[in-house]
């Protein structure tokens, strides 16, 4: 393989004329002796891309405190003075001389070395090669084969503290019984599978009041991959939002406080985190520049759901609901009187698990994560067969008869977690027993179909929802009665009301206000077609949604009849 290195190879690079490297540090000696311009660097590899583009130099170094650290060096920034490059050096403990000459001849350096092993360099975490690649090391046989370069290799959140069998004890163990902590660990062993099994990205974001303990799932689920702060914040641009998508390509994107996102903006980006494709730009040659690309599985919360917000604009807008079943809206509280749990373990109440949890989180992360990946190395395209089963098999099992394809969408979605979590559990990463996350995915989603209302399509649910909420609020205030003029007079008028043989309202609401006011956000005539079918609309002989009427000072008009039983009147 053209690519093939050894990083332990014995091939030193050929340095350039005057420069030398000591135990202690690289030397330059620029006529009058050598003198030591930079800390003891190694230079391993020359990087390029698949397309020999990107080119670059993979560097290790050790700091102070004996830490190795390994970037690649992307040769681009080299073109100036150089000042980002120290900088970076610098921020990960090696040390820089900063005498002007000593930083100019480190330039020098840099630009001029060469060396005859290879590696392929990737800008986003993930799989490429057989190998997975992270800011700070690759995981795979050939591990070196594959670098992730860019300066977010020394500014990234993948770190490590403690051992696997410690953050077992401290934070896993706690998924057990629990399903909505079950669910959010069981996720964070997704990302890694998804391009195996060919499935698709997207996300479950945990809603409920700031006191239900939605942060506890979110850092359960971070401490997989890294610390605490590996859990980011919805406040961010679009643009950040991509970035932040991109480098958790494949592992687990967190995001907290959904009330922070622009709500005009709530659906669409929502829906372009979990589609996995940025948007088109133009470099400032205005030329077309790639757009970011990821396969992502993301955990998201707030106090209330992404639909609600996306609403709360005041432009009547709501998420369409392709998003709604890409993003899973989950309600955090589990409903035993626990807030979000359903078993304390021992604790004395839910917000003393909750501490535990949290502090386990905080204490050992980002083993479990990169344990995960490694026993699937060499075994991959097996474990992705047995997860295919573990999805179809959820899925004739939980599958609600009647339906539709939204529901089947969101049932393999919780068959995907369900089966992540099991193989974590049968690789020995999740300390948890047989079934465990298969029932924890079944909780929740019994739970998200009682949320959602029903099996049939969310939007038809929404229209009846909406005609009826609009008739709630206006319909004492804003119908006036056909057959009685005597009445006071009706200010902003939405229509007329007439009683039906049973002395029960009817209500009788022209075309402009069906589609200006009742049916904001919609399409009036689906909303009709979808009111018509469950027995909630009048229609007329020919089958017309708007029937003719004639009411006093209008005379003969259409207009849509919304019938009594929409408040579930027989």
């Known amino acids: 393989m053209a690519d093939a290195i050894n990083i332990g190879s014995k091939r030193e690079p050929k340095l350039p004329s005057g420069y030398h490297i000591k135990p202690d540090g690289l030397y330059f000696d620029g006529g009058e002796g050598p003198e030591k311009i930079a800390g003891p660097v190694r230079v391993v590899a020359q990087t390029r891309d698949r397309n020999s583009q990107a080119w670059g130099l993979l560097l290790r170094w050790r700091d102070d405190d004996g830490v190795e650290h390994q970037w690649s060096l992307p040769r681009s920034l080299m073109a100036g003075d150089g000042r980002e490059v120290r900088s970076a050096l610098l921020d990960g403990g090696l040390y820089v001389s900063p005498r002007t000459s000593h930083r100019n001849a480190l330039q020098t350096f840099l630009a001029s070395i060469r060396v005859e092993d290879r590696a392929r360099a990737v800008t986003r975490v993930g799989w490429t090669d057989g190998a997975f690649a992270l800011p700070d090391r690759t995981i795979g046989e050939d591990g070196h084969l594959v670098v992730y370069q860019g300066t977010a290799a020394l500014d990234h959140e993948y770190r490590v ?191 003393a698990l909750s501490r535990i949890i949290k502090a386990g989180a905080a204490e050992s992360y980002g083993i479990a994560g990169p344990a995960f990946v490694e026993r699937l190395i060499g075994r991959l395209d097996v474990v992705a067969q047995g997860v295919r089963q573990g999805i179809d098999a959820f899925v004739a099992e939980n599958m609600p008869k009647g339906g539709n394809g939204q529901v089947s969408r969101a049932c393999r979605r919780f068959g995907l977690i369900a089966a992540a979590g099991e193989t974590a559990a049968r690789l020995g990463v999740l300390p948890w027993g047989e079934g465990v996350s298969i029932d924890a995915a079944k909780k929740v989603f019994t739970a998200w179909l009682a949320a959602r209302g029903g099996v049939g399509a969310a939007e038809d649910e929404a229209a009846t929802d909406q005609v009826r909420a609009f008739l709630i609020s206006h319909g004492m205030s804003r119908f006036q009665p056909v057959h009685d003029d005597t009445s006071a007079p009706i200010y902003n008028r939405a229509g007329f009301w007439r009683a039906d043989a049973m002395e029960r309202r009817e209500y009788l609401i022209p075309a402009a206000t069906w589609k200006g006011e009742v049916c904001q956000g919609m399409d009036p005539k689906s909303v009709a077609q979808v009111l018509a079918a469950r027995g909630f609309l009048g229609v007329d002989g020919a089958g017309k949604y708007s029937v003719p009427v004639t009411v006093p000072g209008i005379g003969k008009s259409r207009f849509y009849i919304v019938l009594p039983a929409i408040f579930g009147e027989e």
């Open 161 to 351: 503290s403690g051992v696997l069998d410690q953050w077992q004890k401290s934070v896993a163990v706690y998924g057990v019984g629990n399903s909505r902590i079950a669910v959010a660990l069981a996720s964070a062993f997704v990302g890694p599978l998804l391009a195996a099994i060919g499935e698709e990205g997207g996300g479950v974001h945990f809603r409920g009041p700031s006191s239900i303990g939605k942060s506890t799932t979110l850092l359960a689920a971070a401490s997989v991959w890294g610390p605490p702060s590996f859990v980011r914040q919805w406040r961010a641009t679009q643009n950040g939002l991509e970035g932040l998508a991109e480098q958790a390509n494949e592992t687990l994107l967190i995001l907290d406080e959904l009330a922070q996102l622009d709500a005009k903006e709530a659906g669409s980006v929502a829906y372009l985190l979990a589609n996995g494709t940025g948007k088109s730009r133009a470099s400032q040659s205005g030329e077309a520049k790639a757009a970011k690309r990821w396969r992502a599985f993301f955990l998201s919360s707030g106090e209330i759901s992404l639909s609600d917000h996306a609403k709360s604009d005041g432009r009547g807008r709501r998420s369409a609901a392709g998003q709604e079943v890409r993003i899973l809206d989950i309600e955090a509280d589990a409903g035993e009187g626990l807030g979000l749990f359903e078993t304390l373990h021992g604790a004395a109440t839910g917000e």
